[in-house]
């Protein structure tokens, strides 16, 4: 167990809708990084949030946007739904913001979304 | 951009023997870091090792070692005694100075009785 929590660990949603996905950090980690699993593609960064504040961002599309909450948990919404969106949501943390240390990223055990 | 290569989709072992995962990675940066990530079934993404660029010294954790070739830029991972856990896909991943990170397509590895 890494300390990182998802919710929920399945969705099931359709076509066009919007869901919400939620990450908590391990205790004391500032840094949550999103990234999405498919099938054909291996595993894609999405965004890093650090402290509340957007600090770099990957293969994100503009349908989907995320924030980091003062508590330090995190949500990645997900809008417009499209059937290549079914995927593992991942999302990671780590104690500081990652430039230039040897930060090591504690990853959650993901969220899979299927859109039928 | 980075892009981060595994050219051996599957591997397999056999029990206490030892394997060797390769990963190629191009980028035109100095300064950036390397891992190894472990996925087992459980889908849950596990640290494996790490490697900072600006070190020569190949990193150690265990029975995983790395064979760091900065020039060639190649990051391979040396598995020794080989356990039935250790079957699992394992993912190498490049971090940039910007922050943002690569990960390859992963490697399947088989753990024969």
């Known amino acids: 167990d890494s300390g990182v929590t998802q919710t929920p660990k399945h969705l099931i949603t359709a076509t066009g809708q919007r869901v919400t996905l939620r990450c908590s950090p391990r205790?004391?980690?500032?840094?949550v990084y999103w990234y999405q699993q498919s099938l054909d593609q291996g595993l894609q960064f999405l965004i890093q949030?650090?402290?509340?504040?957007?600090?770099a961002k990957g293969n994100i599309l503009e349908r989907f946007s995320a924030q980091q909450f003062p508590d330090l948990h995190s949500e990645l919404n997900l809008s417009s739904l499209e059937l290549g969106d079914s995927a593992l949501y991942f999302c990671a943390s780590s104690v500081h913001p990652g430039q230039g240390g040897t930060d090591t990223q504690y990853f959650g055990p993901g969220t899979r979304l299927t859109v039928l | 951009a980075q892009t981060v290569t595994q050219s051996q989709p599957e591997m397999s072992v056999q029990e206490a023997e030892t394997v060797t995962l390769s990963c190629t990675y191009d980028t035109s940066e100095s300064d950036y870091y390397l891992f190894w990530y472990k996925q087992p079934p459980s889908r849950q993404m596990i640290l494996v090792i790490r490697?900072?660029?600006?070190?020569?010294q190949n990193a150690t954790e265990n029975r995983f070692s790395v064979n760091f070739q900065k020039a060639a830029k190649s990051f391979s991972l040396k598995i020794s005694d080989s356990q039935l856990g250790d079957a699992a896909m394992y993912f190498c991943?490049?971090?940039?100075?910007?922050?943002?990170?690569?990960f390859g397509t992963g490697t399947s590895l088989t753990v024969i009785p």
């Open positions: 205790s004391g980690d500032l840094s």
């Open positions: 949030y650090y402290n509340g504040e957007e600090r």
């Open positions: 991943a490049y971090r940039s100075t910007g922050n943002q990170f690569y």
């Open positions: 490697q900072e660029a600006y070190k020569q």
